[in-house]
């Protein structure tokens, strides 16, 4: 069964209001639908549902109005505060609909006393929870916390939506919840409901769809971004991420590209491990680098044990830009690869790459289609959707997350497949694809490989459009580094 996390959930959610969505449409469909799979279970009698403040209550008004213009049923809702107090704009509008909607009863409940002495629990055939949906941030506190007690003394048939309230997806264990005899969660099943010690609570799982649009799921949108790790107010110098930036050698400016990128990213600190031979150019563009200098005019094998000594130090590689392709230097690229925990590995990193049986690290490559072709020693098919399937099968069976750059770049883990669209034809001149490796590195600093990859082309992509409206196809790489800030922010 294809299952994902609560968390990508709201991901494909806010990706959906990215593409126009109007959050109503799908708290309709998610509301509708409850209503629906009730009326399917049971012909008439008393539905009573209690609802929070967050959207889960929200699905609950519109199940409500659903159930309420059906003959033979009785609706009763009660929410849990003041409707001042609804967090959210669709919920708020839902629950004032529900007073033209023939509802027999519509309680504000003040405190916790009132709840208890609520008479109306007796006559309820189904009782509906939702009360906490997956909003829900540590243990229930009041009145939420004496909601779930009496849900679960009342001995109803109890439906949940979405997840049992309680139950936090963020949780190693589940704390005090709702025990269920029904879940309708929505759009897909998700991992947390599956977890061995969570079937218990959640009774049977249904997988309920609110018409999400296909592409908030495969194209990159602005909620992955969502989802990415932030800088909080307390966090340390180094927190957000210690990049190394392995290049340069017979090329200076790729590595540069490469290093803003990454500071421009978020990365805290991004050291640059370059040939003597190029150090002092490449420290002359910006006092914000740390230079490592390595003897000589090339990575070689002599490097690795100073290598090894900045990995303690960093928490991702980025391998390749600018190197050249010396024998030296690709023998030095895997015995690295060989003990490092992260890379991305781009450009003349890729070249003749071979990946080491044994290693401990997760990988991340960025090619374009002929430096895929080389690598995979086979040409991509003309065909997208077959184009998928191979990035896809290549990525399961080298252990690693492929970024397919083109018109539409290709991000696989093996398991699934992400798309994106950001990027224009003014993308082709050098440079851009160093910048793209530095993107990804400062985010796989603190994020799994496979969002940092999808996030990285969705900021360097918008980053170039942002250029492109400036300087339409004579944008440079420099141009695209300028962006990373101002799409970042307006995420
Ligand atoms: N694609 C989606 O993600 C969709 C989500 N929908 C619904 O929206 C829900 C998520 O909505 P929200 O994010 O508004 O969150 P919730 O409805 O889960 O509620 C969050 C609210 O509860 C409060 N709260 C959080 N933790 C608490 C605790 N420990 N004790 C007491 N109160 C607590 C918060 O202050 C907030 O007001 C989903 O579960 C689902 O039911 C649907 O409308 C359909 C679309
Ligand atoms: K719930």
Redesign the pocket.
């Known amino acids: 069964m294809d299952a994902i996390t ?1 968390s990508r ?2 991901a ?3 990706n ?1 209001a990215y593409l126009g969505m109007d ?1 109503l449409q ?2 309709e ?3 509708a639908g409850i209503a629906r799979e009730i009326s399917s279970r049971l012909h008439s009698g008393t539905v009573l549902f209690i609802a ?8 609950a008004f ?1 199940a409500a109005r659903h159930l309420a213009i059906e003959e033979g049923y009785r609706i009763k809702v009660l929410l849990l505060g003041h409707r001042s ?4 704009e ?2 708020l509008t839902n629950f004032g609909l529900l007073s033209n909607s023939g509802i027999s009863e519509i309680k504000e409940i003040s405190d916790s006393s009132e709840l208890r002495a609520y008479h109306g629990w007796s006559e309820a055939d189904i009782v509906v929870d ?16 004496t909601a779930i007690d009496l849900i679960n003394s009342g001995g109803k048939f109890v439906i949940s ?3 049992p ?2 139950l ?1 997806p963020g949780a190693s264990i589940p704390g005090k919840c709702v025990n269920a005899d029904l879940t309708l ?3 897909k099943m998700k991992k947390e409901l599956l977890l061995p010690d969570v079937g218990q609570f959640t009774g049977e799982v249904k997988v309920i769809g ?1 018409g ?1 649009c296909r592409d908030a799921e495969s194209f990159a949108g602005k909620g992955d971004i969502m989802n990415l790790r932030r800088r909080s107010q307390t966090s340390h110098k180094g927190d957000s991420g210690r990049v190394l930036v392995i290049g340069g050698g017979p090329y200076y400016g790729a590595p540069v590209f490469t290093s803003m990128a990454a500071l421009r990213a978020g990365a805290d600190i991004v050291t640059l491990a370059v040939p003597e031979s190029i150090a002092d150019t490449v420290a002359s563009f910006s006092p914000d680098f740390i230079i490592s200098r390595l003897p000589g005019t090339f990575l070689k094998p002599d490097h690795v044990p100073r290598i090894r000594e900045l990995l303690e130090s960093h928490d991702v590689v980025v391998i390749g830009p600018g190197l050249g392709r010396e024998r030296m230097t690709r023998e030095a690229i895997a015995r690295i690869l060989a003990i490092c925990k992260r890379a991305v590995i781009d450009a003349d990193g890729l070249y003749n790459l071979s990946l080491p049986a044994e290693r401990n690290g997760e990988f991340i490559i960025t090619p374009h289609p002929a430096e895929y072709a080389r690598l995979a020693g086979d040409r991509l098919p003309g065909d997208f959707e077959k184009r998928k399937d191979i990035v896809c099968a290549f990525s399961k069976e080298k252990h690693i997350v492929t970024l397919l750059k083109g018109s539409i770049d290709i991000v696989s883990d093996g398991k699934e497949v992400r798309l994106n669209r950001t990027g224009n034809a003014g993308m082709t001149v050098g440079g851009t694809g160093d910048v793209l490796a530095g993107i990804v590195g400062a985010l796989f600093a603190v994020n799994d490989a496979i969002d940092a990859a999808t996030c990285g082309c969705f900021i360097n992509g918008m980053a170039g459009d942002f250029a492109f409206e400036q300087r339409g196809r004579g944008l440079l790489a420099s141009d695209i580094l300028e962006k990373i800030t101002d799409v970042m922010k307006g995420l």
Request: glycine fraction near 16%; include cysteine.
């Open positions: 609560f959930m709201k494909i959610d806010a959906c959050p799908l708290m469909n998610a509301g929070g403040r967050g959207n889960n209550g929200g699905d519109v107090r609804i967090r959210t669709e919920s939702a009360v906490l949906g997956s909003g829900i941030k540590g243990a229930p506190r009041e009145l939420e916390s939506v979405d997840i309230s309680g936090d969660t929505f759009h609110i999400v």
